[in-house]
Every structure is written in structure tokens, then in C-alpha cells.
């Protein structure tokens, strides 16, 4: 094969073009730009998350032809009859989660701390069992975390060990599932509904105090992280690696 020819297939490898994409936790924050992203690429989309109001709002924004579900992921015979339904796809991004759970840890609820373990540790681990009877060998899962686990904070005890924890599995996976490829995303600052357990005065003065702090001088859009998600989905060389996505933030 000529040069030339080989260089045009490879172009064409890199979009997203006439293939299928999951995402769990796709109705909201970085989980619906990327699913947004990925359909202006030519994607037929899946969305699943836990509530259907969200699903029936997502889909309805997204091109016609996109299917949505409402999942819980903690149930793992709901997990498995999602994806024996949806039937063979290519990439999966997994951004579901709960509202980060952050407290004094003398005064921390190991009972909500659990919760929180069960839906991004548990939850993860059982999309991606399942998800991998279906995706074809040359797809890929994303995964999904927060610097968080890189540099903790004061406060943040059960939310640094469940992102450690996610980052291992994604190492175990990568070996576990290969070929198919298993990355991380992990993110700094964001602006999604993540932050809604906090109140709105409170949040937006966290995120302009975050901002400044930063080298790029704000904290991220849900759009800045689909670019990452789209950029596992298309290039085909990593596997177990974790991209930081934080504006800097780890070096300040």
C-alpha cells in the first residue's frame, strides 16, 4: 500500500464517523457535551443515566436516532440487560456520578461516603464487565476521575481514596480487557452540576477563587473536557493512561 493511501485511511480512522457511542452519565456536564461533540462527528449516540426526566431532556437535544436510557448502575442485572439491549457498539465513556461528597473527616458519614463508592468505584467497574461482552475490539471504555486523588485536599478524604481506587482499576482493565483499550479522564475544576450540592453564591465564589489560582486563569467547561473524551475515542495507541485535564491545577 502506497504511502498516500495509507496516510487517507488513517485520517479517516481518526473521526468518529459511522460509529457508535455510549455514554453513562451522557444527559448532563461533561458526559452531554461529549455526547453533543461526538454526534457532530457523525455518531449515533447512546445516553443512559439514572434519572429519565434527564434522558427524555438529553435526547431530545441530541440529533434524531438518539437512543436514551434510564440505568442504575449500582444494579447489576439492570447493567447487564442495558447492554445486551443496545447490542454491539464502539467507544463507551462512563461520566456518571453523585455529587461530590466532601466533609470533615472526623465527622464524615461512612454511610454516604459508601454511597459514593458504589456509584463511581462499583459503578464503573460493573459498566465496564458488562459493556466489554458488547464493544468491539477495537473500541474503547473511558473512565472517569478527578485530580482530586492526585492532590487532596483538606476535607476530601473519601473522594481522593475512591479516585485512587478508579485509577488503579483502569490500569487493571486496560490489561484485563485488551485489545480493547481502557483509559481515565481525570479533571480539575469543571463548571457542571456536579457542584450542586453547593450553594450558588458559595460555588460561584469557588470557581472564580479556583480560577484565578490557575495558569490558564479559569476553571473548565464541560467543553474542554469533551475533547479529551473524543480524543481517546479516536486515537489508537493508548491504553491505562490517565489524561489531566485541570487547567494547571496540580502544578499549583
Not at 1 to 28: A, C, H, K, P, Y
Not at 137 to 165: D, E, H, M, Y
Amino acid at each position: 500500500m502506497q504511502e498516500t493511501q495509507f496516510q487517507d485511511i488513517q485520517r479517516l480512522n481518526r473521526t468518529l464517523n459511522g460509529q457508535r457511542v455510549v455514554l453513562i452519565g451522557g444527559t448532563s456536564g461533561f458526559g452531554f457535551a461529549t455526547a453533543k461533540a461526538a454526534a457532530r462527528e457523525g455518531a449515533s449516540i447512546t445516553v443512559a443515566s439514572s434519572s429519565k426526566a434527564k434522558v427524555d431532556k438529553a435526547v431530545a437535544q441530541l440529533p434524531p436516532g438518539t437512543k436514551g436510557y434510564a440505568l442504575d448502575i449500582t444494579r447489576e442485572a439492570s447493567v447487564e440487560e442495558f447492554f445486551s439491549t443496545i447490542g454491539e457498539f464502539d467507544h463507551l465513556a462512563v461520566t456518571a456520578g453523585e455529587s461530590l461528597y466532601l466533609g470533615e473527616f472526623v465527622t464524615i458519614s461512612l454511610e454516604q461516603a459508601r454511597r459514593f463508592f458504589e456509584v463511581r468505584f462499583w459503578g464503573s467497574l460493573t459498566v465496564a464487565k458488562h459493556a466489554s461482552k458488547q464493544i468491539k475490539s477495537t473500541g474503547s471504555i473511558i473512565l472517569t476521575n478527578g485530580v482530586i486523588g492526585l492532590r487532596p485536599q483538606k476535607g476530601w478524604v473519601a473522594a481522593a481514596g475512591i479516585f485512587g481506587a478508579v485509577e488503579a482499576l483502569t490500569r487493571a482493565l486496560a490489561i484485563e480487557l485488551a485489545p480493547v483499550r481502557v483509559n481515565l479522564v481525570c479533571a480539575g475544576y469543571v463548571r457542571t452540576e456536579l457542584w450542586g450540592n453547593m450553594p450558588e453564591a458559595e460555588r460561584n465564589e469557588l470557581f472564580e477563587k479556583a480560577g484565578e489560582l490557575l495558569p490558564v486563569g479559569r476553571v473548565g467547561e464541560a467543553d474542554d473536557l469533551a475533547e479529551t473524551y473524543l480524543y481517546l475515542m479516536r486515537e489508537r495507541f493508548s491504553t491505562g493512561a490517565m489524561i489531566v485535564v485541570d487547567g494547571g491545577g496540580v502544578l499549583v
